[in-house]
């Protein structure tokens, strides 16, 4: 019962180091407010954690988790691969989160991996993901080439518009998706968006 509580006050803990991340980004991420916004009293999360870059590294990973589980919830919807392609780039534009306070939030991170190995292990790790639900949704449709190319190329762009999201600029979701979806387009053929469009996922 003691161990299920403790997982429990945790879980709790990273969920709104989560929430205060989210509005403060990574600067403003301190144990002072994350306490806060939990609830709990100043020093309760030195009992659950060995530090404060502990609960952040936990907090990072329950973020990832939380896109890509949204990701895979989108995809099983679809009925056809292109649908599955659209389920992807909606995903990395999560719905009300393309925000700026969420976008400079992102952006404290991605600088961290320059100093912070695990920051950088989870990055590589979304990355990955990001290659191999392309594949999936492809299903073999592109080379191993064209598939780096498009996933290098969909990743820069995703980035980009997060990036432009950070520093002011009036970019609307869907206008980040369309933009996304239109850049996808150029990296193939007419014939192989209507292979897409009429494949479908083998559920």
């Not at 679809?78 to 534009?93: D, K, P, Q, S």
Request: a positive charge; glycine letters at 6%.
């Amino acid at each position: 019962m003691r161990k299920r509580i403790d997982e429990i006050r945790r879980a709790e803990l990273i969920e709104a180091a989560h929430r205060v991340f989210l509005r403060e980004g990574l600067q403003g991420l301190t144990t002072a407010r994350i306490c806060q916004e939990a609830g709990m009293s100043p020093g309760i999360l030195a009992y659950y954690f060995k530090g404060k870059e502990e609960v952040l590294y936990a907090m990072v990973r329950f973020n990832n988790r939380l896109l890509m589980e949204d990701v895979i919830a989108r995809m099983r919807r679809a009925t056809t691969a292109w649908e599955r392609l659209e389920a992807i780039v909606e995903g990395n534009f999560p719905d009300h989160s393309f925000t700026r306070n969420v976008a400079i939030a992102w952006l404290s991170v991605c600088a961290a991996t320059n100093v912070n190995q695990n920051y950088e292990r989870l990055q590589r790790l979304f990355y990955s993901r990001l290659v191999s639900n392309l594949a999936s949704a492809f299903g073999g449709l592109l080379d191993k080439g064209r598939l780096r190319q498009a996933s290098l190329s969909l990743a820069a762009v995703i980035d980009g518009l997060w990036l432009r999201k950070a520093v002011g600029h009036e970019i609307g979701r869907d206008e980040a998706v369309a933009l996304v979806l239109h850049n996808l387009v150029s990296l193939l053929s007419e014939e192989e968006i209507m292979a897409l469009r009429q494949q479908g996922t083998g559920r």
